[in-house]
């Protein structure tokens, strides 16, 4: 059964840059049916899509905050990591690490790891 | 940008039906995803391209769409359903978003 074991700080100050791991348990993170990703979830508002990632490192961001994502995959270690630079309060939510696949009509997340609460404040 | 909307909240008896919306501009031609949020655990996938369950999920839970709404069933409610559930679309025209969620409506098991 596969796990997503998400890690990183719970606080973390305005401006800086937060670092998120997701490590990927039980099956092959280089699996050619699917991408790895993160969705995070502001308080009061809804989940919203990141960034994903193929084993090949091919990544594809929210247009929005792509200037301020990097995801990297780590095969070595069945790692994804996301950073988000400059962040502010509005950064604020849990984040969810994502098995992400598709079907001949939909692209979606079919599994999702339990999430860690990140705090933007100083 | 491409939006969804559902409504915030819906109650239930244990034991009835409910029927959950995800309105969007003819989101009856995407595939639509629903997804199930509660406390402390992590989100399940519990349909796919509108109508398909993902192993696991119970035969309580079904999904259909026309023309600009998209609707979850959960027949036979449970305690367990309690939860707040999200539909989702892959949006393939534009330059916003590509995976659009609605906001979510808040399902209490009375």
């Not at chain 2, 949020?37 to 119970?58: K, T």
């Not at chain 2, 036979?76 to 939860?83: K, N, T, Y």
Request: hydrophobic residues 30%; charged residues 15%.
């Amino acid at each position: 059964q596969l796990h997503l074991q998400e890690s990183g700080p719970g606080l973390v100050k305005p401006s800086e840059t937060l670092s998120l791991s997701c490590t990927v348990s039980d099956v092959s993170i280089n699996d050619v049916n699917f991408y790895w990703g993160w969705i995070r979830h502001p308080p009061g508002k809804t989940l919203e899509w990141l960034a994903s990632i193929y084993y090949t490192a091919t990544a594809y961001y929210k247009p929005s905050l792509q200037s301020r994502l990097l995801i990297s995959v780590d095969l070595s270690r069945s790692q994804v990591t996301l950073n988000l630079t400059s962040v502010t309060a509005a950064d604020t939510g849990h984040y969810y690490c994502v098995r992400h696949t598709a079907t001949d009509s939909s692209f979606f997340f079919d599994f999702w790891g339990r999430g860690i609460l990140v705090t933007v404040s100083s | 940008s491409y939006v969804l909307t559902q409504e915030p909240s819906l109650s239930v008896d244990p034991g009835q039906t409910v029927r959950i919306t995800c309105g969007g501009k003819n989101v009856g031609s995407k595939g639509v995803q629903w997804y199930q949020l509660r406390p402390g655990q992590a989100p399940v996938l519990v349909l796919y391209d509108s109508s398909e369950r993902p192993s696991g999920i119970p035969e309580r839970y079904s999904g259909a769409t026309s023309g600009d709404t998209a609707t979850l069933t959960i027949t036979r409610v449970e305690v367990g359903d309690e939860g707040d559930y999200y539909c989702q679309v892959w949006v393939t025209d534009g330059d916003g978003d590509p995976y659009v969620f609605g906001h979510g409506t808040k399902v209490t098991v009375l």
